[in-house]
């Protein structure tokens, strides 16, 4: 049912406003009656009235009059008016009349048809003029409140994207072709790449993914079950490999049209390595306490069986071959006492770190192999720039040298040069103060297949010749002090180039016990 809108009847005759009343009682509007014009202006000013039917002469207040109050007042500007005059209206009259806005006349006698036909049109104009209004309204409001949400929205992302910025993590939103939508900034500040450098391009591409499984395989996995979890190895910008943590979960928009992919990345990098230096210290400590014990336990019948072979070997029964048969024992079994001693000076716990001057070790060595340099044709240069004051155990620093010192001669069988520098240095990474002592030869080199494995124990390529203990023992040594050996060996058209370089920090507190190689030194090869 339509709603109905209010008609001002205007006259100051009741008999008038009874025949208009019943004339368009028919139409279903409400019908109010004025008897003066300031009665109709209340009513107008009250009630939202559709069409103002009004005589044009009344006593106070003129039909004219009236009207050009009504219309003077904003709300009723575009009211329609219906005037019913019984006086013939000029030309003039009506133009007066339609310049204050009125939108029709009546004559009397009142032709009821007309008049129903006027008004219900002008009722009707009314009622669709008012639904447009509530209509526009509605949608004004439905604007109003629609904006209001997206503000709301909007400022939710925003926040969300201030946070996501926050986090540490390399947080991006790609689609399922990789092309990148979203980049935070721990995203630029872990891989190095700006927003604006990479949003639009491919993530795999740029950071070189290499993925645990195939492509599709993830791909799957992440369509299926919404999610995938696990390790995937990227270069950074400046070429640095990083592991990450990776956790990809599929976001779509309802249908799934636009389907994105959150990545959120977190650098195991350093966590990795660490882990598998622990495994490392962990077998070797393992292996070292094993070494150290069997050493032990062989130790005491070995020095019985060097002395009875001793005593044979000087024995008058014996005669010429069985004498050499004893001395190629007696050298054998000297080599064996060589690896049982290394092995356990390594472990054996030590007493009071000293003040230890390493150039002074070095000369003890190096007097003690001058014979050997010399029958080798070996050169020796020495560029001590520091006395190399360091605490710790002479014992032990002599066997990391010997040992350096002893692979460079062994290293140069036809002759060379060995240079060895001891300088005072600062390590870059912690920035400590300590001593560098470089062990330089021209000898056979080492190869790079090798290179990864020198510092394992047992592992020699001097056949029989060779414990690989070594290099193993002074590493763990090197370590015990807080320091780090390194090394470098060079190819040239004329030979090679093969530096040993071992730095240990002047306040470097040697820790005493078999676990020392758990010590969370730093020993890069
Ligand atoms: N200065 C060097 N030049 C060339 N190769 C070297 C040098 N120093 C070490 N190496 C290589 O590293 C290997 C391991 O050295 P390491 O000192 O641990 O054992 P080794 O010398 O073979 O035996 P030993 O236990 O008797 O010292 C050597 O066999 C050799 O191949
Ligand atoms: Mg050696």
Not at 174 to 200: K, T
């Amino acid at each position: 049912m339509e709603p109905k809108v209010n008609i001002l009847m205007v006259d100051d005759q009741p008999g008038k406003l009874l025949t208009y009343e019943a004339i368009l009682g028919e139409l279903g509007e409400n019908l109010i009656k004025a008897s003066s014009g300031r009665e109709a202006l209340d009513f107008l000013l009250k009630m939202d009235i559709a069409v103002v039917l009004m005589d044009v002469s009344m006593p106070e207040l003129d039909g004219f009059q009236l009207a050009d109050m009504i219309r003077q007042h904003p709300r009723f500007q575009k009211i329609a008016i219906i005037f019913i005059s019984a006086v013939h209206l000029t030309d003039f009259d009506r133009l007066q009349g339609y310049q204050r806005g009125a939108m029709d006349y009546i004559s009397v006698p009142v032709i009821p048809e007309l008049l129903r036909a006027k008004v219900s049109l002008f009722a009707e104009l009314h009622r669709q003029a008012r639904e447009l209004e509530l209509l526009n309204r509605e949608l004004e409001q439905r604007v109003l409140k629609r904006t209001e949400e997206l503000r709301e929205s909007e400022k939710q992302l925003r926040q969300r994207a201030d946070l996501l910025d926050l986090a540490t993590e390399a947080i991006m939103v790609r689609d399922l072709d990789g092309v990148l939508q979203f980049w935070n900034s721990g995203a630029e500040a872990f891989y190095g790449w700006s927003r604006r450098e990479v949003l639009g391009r491919n993530v795999h591409q740029i950071l070189r993914t290499k993925l645990p499984s195939s492509a599709e395989e993830i791909e799957s996995v992440i369509v299926k079950g919404g999610r995938w979890e696990g390790n995937l190895v990227q270069l950074t910008r400046n070429g640095r490999e990083v592991v990450v943590a990776s956790r990809q979960v599929l976001q779509s928009d309802g249908g799934g049209v636009r389907a994105a992919i959150l990545e959120i990345n977190r650098d195991i990098t350093a966590q990795l390595q660490a882990e598998e230096a622990l495994r490392k210290a962990e077998k070797l400590a393992a292996m070292g306490r094993v070494a150290g014990i069997i050493a032990h336990e062989i130790n005491n019948p070995l020095e019985a069986i060097r002395n009875a072979f001793y005593l044979l070997q000087h024995h008058p029964s014996l005669d010429d071959n069985a004498r050499v048969y004893t001395r190629i024992a007696d050298e054998e079994l000297t080599r064996v006492a060589h690896i049982t001693r290394q092995t356990l000076s390594f472990y054996r716990e030590s007493k009071e770190a000293v003040p230890v001057s390493i150039s002074e070790i070095l000369d003890d060595i190096l007097s003690l192999q001058a014979r050997l340099l010399q029958r080798n044709g070996i050169v020796l240069e020495k560029a001590y720039r520091s006395d190399g004051p360091v605490v710790g155990f002479p014992g032990e620093l002599k066997q990391v040298f010997l040992n350096l010192i002893g692979n460079a001669i062994q290293a140069m069988p036809e002759g060379g040069r060995l240079r060895i520098r001891v300088s005072e240095a600062i390590e870059k990474r912690h920035r400590r103060d300590g001593i560098r002592v470089v062990i330089c030869d021209t000898g056979s080199g080492i190869r790079p297949e090798d290179a990864k494995q020198l510092f394992e124990p047992f592992f020699t390529t001097k056949s029989t010749k060779g414990t690989g203990l070594g290099l193993w023992i002074s590493k763990g040594i090197v370590q015990k002090y807080h320091g780090m050996i390194q090394f470098r060996s060079l190819r040239f058209i004329r030979g090679h180039i093969t530096a040993f370089s071992v730095f240990i920090p002047k306040s470097a507190s040697p820790q005493v016990s078999g676990s020392r190689l758990l010590s969370g030194a730093s020993v890069t090869q």
